[in-house]
């Protein structure tokens, strides 16, 4: 926000006298105007509006981040015969993540961060078979907040949840998410149902470049990559007189002070969107995760949690140079992966450097039938926390069945204080009060009629409309709505002959107790 966005802020809500009800209108109203996106809003309405096909999915993604696990969780669900909706965070939208979808595949919405809190509550989730939450946090309050807690979408029974960091499931309270099989992760843990969602578009193998292409991905962090060891592999690579390589850099962040003799192999592209992401990828040879085994903080990727290199590794299918402490929890050895222990970095991409297409060709093969195989898991594991993911269903008991009255509206001749009864009586049913009962004796011929008055002309067309179809038999089938008290103290079940091109044309009214309706 700007300082003049923000005095304005502070003199709007001037006005407000409690304290702590200022403090909270200004902390909405700034997150407000510093993530709002016009598109978002428009996107967020029309979702809202959204005609949802029956089994259809929704994915959810909330933070800016955690993009490159979308298009797999997509390909899965339409491969498993589904239909797809996507509601992401707008700034996540821009960067084009799905862009390997022919458009019409999947419907994708963008929603800003002050949506989140009430979006439990739009009636369109009802709609959706399940409801997939890529990531089970929330990035955007400091120390992190459990999206699902934040917005009540724990509670609901058809949710699927993504927890990318093992630490978190207590720290949520995803017990029983992970006790009811709903709980996925993007690697093999004791916790969790793995699923692996590696797909960014039919990528056929390629062989190696004459001169070959290392590539990275990822924050240019200490805490997720040590690009450090690259400058020192680069050193060793100088040293032995290869000059015929390039290293491409793709992440935010400063790398540092680079030697002047290293600057022509490396290209710093910084941070991409997804499509010129995607199109580095597939120009490298050689994937190089970065991870340092003397670093602690990289220990969570083999013990907590999954690095994002390994889903790029997988679907695209970019030989791996990688430590061997690494390599085994993701499937890597010798034959799919160069990996390196005591000769460091810079032997490992010597000896890419020197690999024979022949050699390099094997190896990639190795890696697809890897990829393969790990898609083939994750399916199955997926379409398991499908079934176990109904709507249909609670947490603390068996399944139940939800009914709902017909929406059909009034049409204008309705009498105002019988259509404001049923509704009443109806809402009344549907929350389980008692009703009360009472004669009914007096409405086997029509509508009840105020003592010492003549029938209305509404009233005596009902009759009559009922007393014909009554002889010719021509009653389509009823819709029982309530049983409630109508005008004049009496309780009746209402039976409503519906017609389509004429709503509640015909009326009739059956004698029924209260005991019987329910």
């Known amino acids: 926000m700007t300082h003049t966005q923000t005095v304005m802020l502070r003199l709007l809500?001037?006005?407000?006298?409690?304290?702590?009800?200022?403090?909270?209108?200004?902390?909405?109203?700034?997150?407000?105007?510093?993530?709002?996106?016009?598109?978002?809003?428009?996107?967020?309405?029309?979702?809202?509006?959204?005609?949802?096909?029956?089994?259809?999915?929704?994915?959810?993604?909330?933070?800016?981040?955690?993009?490159?696990?979308?298009?797999?969780?997509?390909?899965?669900?339409?491969?498993?015969?589904?239909?797809?909706?996507?509601?992401?965070?707008?700034?996540?939208?821009?960067?084009?993540?799905?862009?390997?979808?022919?458009?019409?595949?999947?419907?994708?919405?963008?929603?800003?961060?002050?949506?989140?809190?009430?979006?439990?509550?739009?009636?369109?989730?009802?709609?959706?078979?399940?409801?997939?939450?890529?990531?089970?946090?929330?990035?955007?309050?400091?120390?992190?907040?459990?999206?699902?807690?934040?917005?009540?979408?724990?509670?609901?029974?058809?949710?699927?949840?993504?927890?990318?960091?093992?630490?978190?499931?207590?720290?949520?309270?995803?017990?029983?998410?992970?006790?009811?099989?709903?709980?996925?992760?993007?690697?093999?843990?004791?916790?969790?149902?793995?699923?692996?969602?590696?797909?960014f578009g039919e990528i056929p193998p390629a062989p190696r470049n004459r001169e070959p292409v290392f590539i990275t991905v990822g924050s240019l962090s200490a805490q997720r990559k040590n690009h450090n060891l690259l400058i020192e592999a680069l050193q060793t690579i100088y040293h032995e007189g290869h000059r015929d390589f390039s290293v491409i850099i793709v992440g935010e962040g400063e790398l540092g002070e680079i030697p002047g003799h290293l600057r022509p192999f490396l290209h710093v592209a910084g941070k991409l969107d997804f499509p010129a992401m995607y199109e580095a990828m597939r120009r490298a040879d050689y994937f190089l995760p970065l991870l340092d085994p003397g670093n602690p903080a990289h220990d969570r990727y083999i013990t907590t949690g999954v690095t994002g290199s390994a889903l790029l590794i997988y679907g695209f299918a970019k030989i791996p140079v990688i430590h061997e402490k690494f390599a085994s929890f993701y499937g890597f050895n010798d034959r799919n992966a160069l990996l390196y222990r005591e000769e460091t970095l810079g032997g490992a991409m010597l000896r890419a450097i020197r690999q024979t297409e022949e050699e390099y060709a094997g190896m990639q093969q190795a890696l697809l039938q890897l990829g393969r195989d790990i898609d083939r898991e994750s399916r199955s594991n997926l379409e398991q926390a499908l079934a176990a993911c109904s709507p249909l269903r609670t947490s603390t008991g068996p399944p139940i069945t939800r009914t709902r009255p017909p929406s059909h509206r009034f049409p204008s001749s309705f009498p105002f204080t019988i259509r404001n009864n049923i509704l009443k009586s109806a809402s009344a049913a549907s929350a389980g009060k008692p009703l009360r009962s009472g004669n009914a004796s007096s409405l086997t011929t029509g509508p009840p009629t105020r003592q010492g008055k003549s029938p209305g002309a509404f009233q005596r067309r009902t009759q009559e409309s009922a007393a014909s179809n009554r002889k010719t038999g021509a009653f389509p089938p009823p819709a029982i709505w309530a049983c409630g008290t109508l005008p004049g103290a009496i309780c009746v079940s209402l039976t409503a002959t519906i017609s389509s091109t004429r709503p509640f044309s015909n009326i009739f009214w059956t004698p029924r107790t209260a005991e019987q309706t329910i």
């Open 13 to 199: 809500t001037m006005c407000i006298p409690f304290r702590n009800l200022r403090k909270k209108w200004r902390t909405f109203l700034r997150d407000f105007l510093s993530d709002y996106d016009r598109d978002a809003r428009r996107s967020m309405r029309a979702w809202r509006r959204h005609p949802v096909a029956g089994r259809t999915i929704l994915i959810l993604e909330p933070n800016y981040c955690h993009g490159e696990v979308i298009p797999g969780f997509c390909r899965h669900l339409l491969d498993m015969g589904y239909r797809v909706d996507v509601l992401m965070h707008h700034s996540l939208a821009r960067q084009s993540p799905l862009c390997c979808f022919k458009e019409g595949d999947i419907h994708i919405f963008t929603a800003m961060c002050t949506s989140w809190k009430r979006l439990a509550k739009a009636r369109v989730l009802t709609r959706y078979e399940a409801i997939l939450v890529s990531t089970s946090a929330f990035y955007d309050i400091p120390g992190w907040a459990s999206f699902l807690h934040m917005t009540g979408f724990d509670k609901f029974a058809n949710l699927l949840a993504v927890e990318h960091e093992l630490k978190d499931i207590p720290r949520f309270g995803e017990e029983e998410l992970d006790r009811q099989g709903r709980l996925l992760t993007l690697g093999s843990f004791p916790r969790g149902m793995m699923v692996n969602p590696h797909f």
